[in-house]
C-alpha cells in the first residue's frame, strides 16, 4: 500500500469505510472534519458525558441537591472499580478523585515511608516534568538520593535491564515510570519491568496517563504494586477531570496513603477521635470527591466497554501503523524522523515526530485547524483514538505537514 | 417581636418583604417553597452558573478543546484572585483547586517542616474530623506532638486566651482552626487568635470553609500567615468544587508547599530538570486543574460581589436572630438548646439546635421536604445563606420541628 508517495487519501479513506469502531465518532460533541489528534491530551465530550452533566445540574445538584451525596458518596471507588477493570485491576484497589500529581504524591510518599532504610528513588529518563518533580520533593523531604533509570535509546521505552542496572545495589525503595512515554509513544513491558524492580527490592509504580484506555492493561496480572493515571486524556472525562490511583490489596495495610482526610476513614461519619484508615481503595480517597468529574470519568468508561480494549488496542496500532508508514514515506526526505518505535508491543497510541522546527510547525498546523501539540523542543505529537480518530485526519495532518515542509 | 409563642409566620413575611437580597434567591435553581437550609453544606446552582457550564460543554470541551487550555491555565490563580478580594487577599495569595484536606495537608506540611524545632501542632478541640486528622497525620510523619486549643466553653470559639495557653512554652509550629466552628457556628476573632499565635512563635492556619462568602473577612488585615476554605458552602459551586489556599506574600518563600506538581513551577512549559517553585501563589498548585469546578466558583463569587459581603453579613446575622429567638420562644420548652452563641461578633450563618433525638428528628424534616441536617450526636443544623435563604424557610423549619417534638 506504502509507495515512495506514502499511502493515498483514498487508502484512508478505504481503512476508515472498513473500521469497525468508525461509528463511535458520531457519538461525539463538536468534531467536524478538520483534524483533531489530541486523543492524548484532552479527548472530546461524548453525547452521553454531555447529558449526564446536564443532568446533574437540572436534577442533582440543581434538584435534590446535597441528598444526592446518598449516591456521590460512593462515586470515587465505585467509579474506580468500574476503571480497575479496564486496567485489570480486581475490586477495591483503585479510586478516583485528586491531580495525577496529587495521587503520585500520595503513593511515592506512602512508598518511601515504609522502606526507612532504602537509600534511592528511581525514575525513568525523560519522564514527565510533574512525575520526576514529584519524586524528587518526595526524596528531599525524605533524605533519598533520586536516580535514573535509563530508556533503551533517546526514543524507546525503559527496559527491566535498565531497571536491573539502577536498583542492582538493592537500595531503590521504589521506581517511579510511565507505561507510555509522552514524548514518543514508547511503552514499556508492564510484566518484565515490574519483575525486574521487585528482584531488586523496589516497588514499582506505573504513571498509566498515555496508556489507559488506550492499551490493554493487566495490573493484577504482573503483580503490580502502585498505579496512577489521568482520565482527561483517552477516557474523554474532560479538563482537569480526576485522576485514579491503583494500591494492590496486599499492600492496603503496609503503603498506607498519608493525606489523612475524612473520606479515607474506616467509618467516615464517625468523626471520632483518631484517624482509622479504610482497608481499602477508600483509604486513597482524601476529601470531598468532584462530582461532576467523576460523572464523565463514567461515562468515559462506558463507551470503553462498549467498544471494547482489544478492539480499541486493534484499531490504534492500525492507526498509528498508518501514520508511521505515511509519514516515513513522505516526510522523512524533509528532515522529519519518527520517534515512535516500529515494534507494536513497543508503542502506546500516539506518533511523535521530531523536526528540529516543531514549535513553529505546530502553531502553522493550527493555524490551519489541524489539531496536534508540540513538546519542547522537537517533538509532534499526533494521536490515535479510535472512539474517534479517523484514517483521513492522520493522513491529512501529515500531508498538512508535508506541504508547510515543501514551502 | 418575639413573645412567648415566638414570631409568627406573618412576621416573617414582612422581613423577607423588606430584606434589600430577596431579589437574588430567583438567579438560582430549582429551589421551591420548601425550606433548603443546607447553604452551609452544599449550596444551590445558580442560573448563571448552569449557562457558563453549559458554555464549557458546548463551546469549550466540546468546541475548541485542547485550545481552551489557553485561557483555563490561569483559572486557579485568576479567580484565586478574585476570592481574595472576597476574603481581604492582596493579589497573588490564593489559588484554588485540589479538595479542603489536601490543601489543608499542603500548608500544615509546609508549616511544620518549617518550624524544625517546634515540637509541636495545636488544633482546635471540636475541629471538623479532616483538619484533625491531617494535622494528626502530618505531625505524627515529622514526629510530633499534637495539641489541643480549647474553646470557650462546649460551643464556643477558640480565643486569644486558649490559644495562648496551649502555646505558652514557644513549643508549637502552628495553630489549626476553624474561624466558625462547623458543629455550633461560633465565631472566633481573626484578629486576636492570629496575634495570640504570633506572640508565641506559631503560625496561624485558618480554616475558612463555614465562613467563606457568610462573614467579613480581612485576612491580610489580621496578619494571617495561611488559610483555606471550600467553595461548595455559601459560594454554590457545586458538590467537591476546587478549594482555596491562601499563604501570605511574605511567607512564599520560606513556606513552599511540598506537592511538586508542574503546575507550580516557575516555568510550566520548560519541563526542565529541576523544579523551581512559582514566587506566588501558583507555587499552591499541583496539577491540571478541574476547570468545571473553576468556573463555578468564578460565578458563585460574581454574585457574592453584586450583593455585597456587608450586604450578606447584615441579612444573615437578621436571620440567624430571628431563628435564634424564634427556637428559644418554642423549641426551648420541648428541650432544645440554642447552641449558637447569642453575640454577633461570636456567631458565623448557621444556627445548631441540640436536642437528643437529633438524628431522628432530622430523619423526619427531610421526609417532610425541611432540608436541615444533623451532626452527631446531637447537634441540628440550618443554614442562613441570604442569597437564597428567607426568613419564612427558617420559620417553617423551626414549626415542623416544634410540631414533631409537640407529638
Not at 82 to 95: E, F, N, S, T
Not at 147 to 158: E, F, K, L, Q, S
Request: with cysteine; net charge negative.
Amino acid at each position: 500500500m506504502v509507495g515512495l508517495t506514502g499511502p493515498s487519501r483514498a487508502d484512508a479513506e478505504a481503512l476508515d469505510a472498513s473500521n469497525p469502531l468508525a461509528g463511535f465518532r458520531e457519538r461525539f460533541v463538536g468534531l467536524d472534519d478538520r483534524p483533531y489528534l489530541l486523543g492524548h491530551s484532552l479527548g472530546p465530550l461524548s453525547r452521553r458525558t454531555r447529558d449526564r452533566l446536564a443532568q446533574l445540574t437540572d436534577d442533582g445538584w440543581g434538584g435534590r441537591r446535597a441528598q444526592g451525596w446518598s449516591e456521590w458518596l460512593d462515586l470515587p471507588t465505585g467509579v474506580g472499580d468500574r476503571l480497575g477493570a479496564l486496567i485489570g485491576a480486581a475490586p477495591g484497589q483503585v479510586a478516583l478523585g485528586d491531580s495525577t500529581s496529587v495521587q503520585l504524591y500520595k503513593l511515592t510518599a506512602a512508598a518511601v515511608a515504609a522502606r526507612p532504610h532504602a537509600e534511592a528513588v528511581a525514575v525513568a529518563a525523560d519522564e514527565f516534568a510533574t512525575d520526576r518533580y514529584v519524586v524528587a520533593g518526595v526524596a528531599d523531604s525524605h533524605r533519598r538520593e533520586v536516580r535514573t533509570v535509563a530508556t533503551d535509546g533517546p526514543d524507546g521505552p525503559i527496559t527491566a535491564d535498565t531497571v536491573d542496572e539502577a536498583c542492582a545495589d538493592g537500595a531503590v525503595a521504589l521506581v517511579v515510570a510511565s507505561l507510555v512515554r509522552f514524548r514518543t509513544g514508547a511503552m514499556a513491558d508492564l510484566n518484565s519491568v515490574t519483575e525486574a524492580a521487585h528482584r531488586r527490592g523496589a516497588l514499582m509504580l506505573w504513571d498509566l496517563s498515555h496508556a489507559v484506555g488506550a492499551v490493554p492493561i493487566e495490573l493484577d496480572g504482573a503483580g503490580a504494586d502502585l498505579a496512577v493515571g489521568s482520565t482527561y486524556k483517552y477516557l474523554n472525562a474532560g479538563p482537569g477531570a480526576p485522576a485514579f490511583a491503583y494500591r494492590a490489596s496486599r499492600h492496603a495495610g503496609d503503603l498506607p496513603q498519608p493525606i489523612h482526610g475524612w473520606f479515607g476513614h474506616a467509618d467516615q461519619f464517625e468523626m471520632g477521635d483518631a484517624y482509622r484508615p479504610h482497608g481499602d481503595a477508600r483509604q486513597l480517597v482524601v476529601g470531598t470527591p468532584p462530582v461532576a468529574g467523576l460523572i464523565a470519568v463514567d461515562e468515559g468508561l462506558a463507551l470503553h466497554e462498549e467498544a471494547g480494549i482489544g478492539a480499541l488496542r486493534r484499531a490504534s496500532l492500525a492507526q498509528t501503523d498508518f501514520a508511521i508508514d505515511h509519514a516515513e514515506a513522505v516526510l522523512a526526505p524533509l528532515r522529519v524522523a519518527v520517534a515512535t518505535p516500529r515494534a507494536a508491543v513497543r508503542r502506546g497510541s500516539h506518533v511523535a515526530l521530531r523536526h528540529p522546527g516543531a514549535a513553529a510547525l505546530v502553531e502553522h498546523l493550527l493555524a490551519e485547524g489541524v489539531v496536534v501539540d508540540h513538546r519542547r523542543p522537537d517533538v509532534i505529537r499526533l494521536a490515535a483514538a479510535p472512539l474517534h480518530t479517523r484514517f483521513v485526519d492522520l493522513w491529512d495532518a501529515t500531508e498538512a505537514l508535508r506541504t508547510l515542509l515543501s514551502r
